[in-house]
């Protein structure tokens, strides 16, 4: 920090959308400007071990800045070229990887303790159904119409594991109820950005992992989160584009009852849950929190409503998969024809239109939403017969 910047590096940084390779360094550096700040992207290799490094220069101090970096990073392999995309997230492509593999985005975050703060996401070909954050006072059947749906479409569907510091009860086991987690490692893993959100409920800590909700994306499934309000809220303020809808109990007797019939926790934790039941029930009221209120009254009733909720937001919100199914191409190299397209040459001399106009999510989980079509061979793209 606060080394003066080269000048040379000063003259290779890019404008807005442009290609920034690097001679001096083979394509492995690549400067960015964005606002105030250059962002310097840089692969590298030590000992075989491969790392892509960060660092940013600051036009206003004239210093540099080594930010926090969050986020899944990729891993470097043979160059990469940088784009600024509108004005919100650089693009980065790398070369000599699978396209699976083969596009990153890196944004910048709120700053935390006044320092520098930025985020790697992975780009997705095509997208993902949006993920379904349920939540409810404690005892008003969250589990139970969550676990119904999973049995009834097991391969719709999928289970964001959250980890938590509280005890295990009988019967739940740890990776499929919940991460069961100390508070020591829980912390630490929040400071490093793991979590996409996280609360105190019940005094103990409970969160989700990015790569819980990713994980079931990523296997196709549509995600469904089961955390408490504060979690929904948080969920709201992310990049995560999510349903979510409340689930109430007929009446506080009612939900008293199911709780003390459960039979799973002392008197003093009903006591407990039962207070922090009426905040959640005022709290949820919030305007545009939830986008769906369901009250858990009679079972099978209830539970039809749910899944009548969730096809009308599917028919809302068709999903647009990828026009290409096989996505194991080695993309060798890559040109930026404007902000929003990218051509990419393939083995085999084929090449690729990638199209980032419709992007969806962000960091710190996934970019969705890229599309690829194939076009003509080499020799015809550069006849001027494709669409570029
Ligand atoms: N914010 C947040 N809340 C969670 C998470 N996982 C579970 N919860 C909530 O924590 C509360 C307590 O959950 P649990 O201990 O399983 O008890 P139960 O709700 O009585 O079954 C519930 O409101 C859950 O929705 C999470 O990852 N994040
Ligand atoms: N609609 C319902 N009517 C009666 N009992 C219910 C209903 N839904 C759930 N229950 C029961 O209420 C208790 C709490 O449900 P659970 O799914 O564990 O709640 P949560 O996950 O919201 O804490 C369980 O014993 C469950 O069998």
Redesign the pocket.
């Known amino acids: 920090m606060g080394e003066e910047v080269p000048e040379s590096m000063l003259n290779s940084s890019v404008e807005k959308l442009s290609v920034a390779y690097d001679s001096e360094s083979a394509g492995y550096r690549t400067s960015t400007n964005f606002g105030d700040k250059m962002y310097v992207v840089e692969g590298s290799e030590y000992r075989g071990k491969s790392s892509v490094n960060v660092t940013i220069f600051d036009h206003l101090t004239r210093s540099w800045i080594i930010p926090t970096v969050l986020g899944l990073k990729p891993v470097h392999v043979g160059g990469h070229s940088a784009v600024l995309l509108n004005n919100d997230r650089i693009s980065i492509v790398k070369k000599d990887s699978m396209l699976d593999d083969s596009i990153w985005f890196l944004e910048e975050q709120k700053k935390v303790l006044g320092s520098e703060v930025v985020a790697w996401s992975k780009g997705v070909i095509g997208n993902a159904p949006k993920p379904i954050v ?6 008003v059947g ?2 139970t119409l969550i676990s119904k749906l999973m049995k009834e479409f097991p391969t719709t569907y999928g289970f ?1 594991v ?3 510091t ?1 005890a295990p009860r009988e019967r739940e086991l740890d990776g499929v ?2 991460h069961f987690t100390d508070r020591i490692s829980m912390e630490k893993d929040i400071r490093d950005g793991k979590f996409l ?3 105190s ?2 005094e ?1 800590l ?3 992992s990015i790569e819980a909700v990713e994980v079931v994306t990523d296997s196709g499934k549509r995600c469904i ?8 809220r ?1 969920v709201r303020a992310s990049s995560l584009d999510a349903i979510f809808v409340f689930i109430c109990p007929p009446s506080f007797e009612e939900l008293e009852k199911r ?1 003390r019939a ?1 039979a ?2 002392a008197e003093e934790q009903i006591q407990k ?1 039962l207070r922090n039941a009426r905040a ?1 029930l005022d709290e949820a009221k919030s305007p545009g929190l939830f986008d769906h209120v369901l009250v858990n009254d009679e079972l099978e009733l209830s539970y039809d409503n749910l899944k009548k909720l969730i096809a009308s937001d599917e028919i809302a919100n068709p999903l647009h998969r990828s026009t290409m199914k096989n996505l194991k191409v080695l993309v060798s190299d890559v040109e930026v024809k404007t902000d929003k397209t990218f051509l990419l040459h393939c083995d085999d001399n084929d090449q690729l239109f990638l199209d980032i106009s419709y992007l969806k999510g962000g960091a710190p989980g996934r970019t969705r939403g890229l599309d690829v079509y194939p076009i003509e061979p080499l020799g015809d793209a550069v006849n001027g017969s494709t669409q570029l």
């Open positions: 349920i939540s409810g006072p404690s005892g969250k589990g964001s959250s980890h938590t509280r109820h919940y959100e996280f609360a409920v019940h103990n409970y969160g989700t989160l089961d955390i408490d309000v504060q979690g929904a948080s709780l459960r799973t926790e849950r959640e």
